[in-house]
C-alpha cells in the first residue's frame, strides 16, 4: 500500500473543494488504498489554517471539527520529526513536513512549488501526480 504525507495546503484543498483531486486522494484513503501520515504538527497547523476566518465561506467550525477527527481516525498518526530533513526546502517552516515523510517512508504530496521543486531528489509529487500512481 502507498503511503503518504499530504501537506497542509492539500488537506485543506480536499475539504473545500469535494470534487478535486484532493478530495480523491482522501477516498483512497477513507477506502483504504492509500495510508495517511500525519503528526501532531500537522494537524496543529492544518486546524490553525481551518480555523481563520476566511475560510468560513467554504466550511463552518463544525465541518472542520468533523473533518480533523475524520483525519485523526483514518490516518496513521507518526511522532513530529525531530531531526532536519536530508533535503531542505526554500521554506523552513516546511522542514517538518519532508522530515516526517522521508521518516515515515513516504511520499510528500503538495502544491507547493518550492517543495515540488525538490520532486528529483525526493518523492515529492503534486496531487495529480500522485494520484496517477
Known sequence: MQRAVLDPGVLV??????SGTPATLLAEVHAGALELIVSPHLLAE?????????????????????YLALLRRDAVLAPDPTGQPSLRSADPDDDYLIALAQGERAALVSG?????DLSA?????????????
Open 46 to 66: 492544518l486546524e490553525n489554517v481551518l480555523r481563520r476566518e476566511k475560510f468560513r465561506r467554504y466550511v463552518d467550525l463544525d465541518a472542520v471539527e468533523d
Open 121 to 133: 531528489e525526493a518523492p515529492i509529487f503534486s496531487p495529480a501526480q500522485f494520484l496517477a500512481l
Open 13 to 18: 484543498s480536499a475539504l473545500i473543494t469535494p
Open 112 to 116: 507547493d512549488s518550492h517543495l515540488l
